[in-house]
């Protein structure tokens, strides 16, 4: 098994990945309650959020968006580039995976403390066309989600097939064990978003 040299790329995707981690565990922790809705649905226009919490989800969530959006340009970057290696292509790729699924996707559901309902069961009373960061970015939010969604669970047959191709050619490489194991802690951070889909298709 080859020794790993890890490219500038992949350095500068895990300082992007580590500070989403970081906004992470603080709106996981910070915010201890659900959101109150009274019952509210529709266009989030019409539906203030009663807490007054929102200016702090937005310090919660828009950073997680940001470095979600920073770690796709970096990707793309070192993905058309000639220098990185297939491995590190796909090393990145999976870390992409990570930052967008804890940046873009989970960290609006923790910082509507979401997590304190589901956990619980189902509710139709969190319509996310009410909430953070729909009612802003309604459109631009929903088809990261979607995107996400479409790489990470259907189109990742594609950097399999890739990464096998490769390591027929050029032996097996730890790149692709670290990449399997990002890839895997999209499954572990879904883990503590129970009924996403759920919830996000109402």
């Not at 580039?81 to 996707?105: E, H, M, P, Q, R």
């Not at 609006?108 to 996310?128: C, K, R």
Request: aromatic share 16%; proline share 5%.
């Amino acid at each position: 098994m080859k020794k790993p040299q890890i490219h500038i790329s992949t350095i500068s995707m895990l300082s992007v990945l580590a500070a989403v981690i970081l906004t992470s565990i603080l709106a996981f922790i910070i915010i201890d309650k659900p959101v109150e809705v009274d019952n509210f649905v529709g266009a989030g226009s019409m539906n203030p959020y009663p807490d007054g919490l929102d200016w702090l989800r937005r310090l919660l969530i828009y950073p997680g968006l940001i470095l979600s959006v920073f770690s796709v340009l970096i990707f793309i970057k070192s993905a058309i580039g000639k220098k990185a290696a297939a491995s590190d292509k796909i090393l990145n790729y999976t870390i992409l995976l990570l930052t967008f699924c804890l940046g873009w996707v989970c960290i609006p559901y923790w910082a509507n403390g979401l997590q304190h309902v589901f956990w619980s069961g189902t509710s139709s009373m969190y319509d996310p066309k009410s909430l953070l960061p729909h009612n802003d970015i309604s459109f631009v939010w929903n088809s990261g989600v979607m995107l996400f969604y479409l790489l990470a669970f259907f189109l990742i047959i594609i950097p399999i097939i890739l990464a096998i191709l490769d390591m027929r050619k050029n032996g097996i490489s730890r790149k692709y064990l670290y990449a399997a194991m990002f890839y895997l802690l999209i499954f572990a951070a879904l883990r503590f978003a129970p009924n996403y889909m759920y919830w996000f298709l109402d």
